[in-house]
């Protein structure tokens, strides 16, 4: 496995994000970049583990 580094695009459950920072177990990821992204209904930040992600673009 290879972790993500900070400002990779990766895919997780559907969604896209921005990495922002990096952790041991997880990165915390911006997920407004997505085309549906309503910051009425989701926090604009989350965290993923590394086990959970897929990088799509470095």
């Known amino acids: ?3 993500a ?3 990779n ?6 969604m896209k994000g921005k990495v922002d920072k990096v952790n041991d177990n997880s990165v915390i990821v911006d ?3 997505n ?3 309503d910051e009425h209904e989701m926090f604009e ?3 993923v ?3 959970r992600y897929t990088i799509i673009e470095e």
């Open 31 to 33: 997920i407004t970049i």
């Open 35 to 37: 085309d549906n992204f």
């Open 9 to 14: 695009i990766v895919e997780f459950d559907g």
């Open 45 to 47: 930040k989350t965290v």
């Open 1 to 3: 496995m290879i972790a």
């Open 5 to 7: 580094k900070v400002g």
């Open 49 to 51: 583990n590394h086990k």
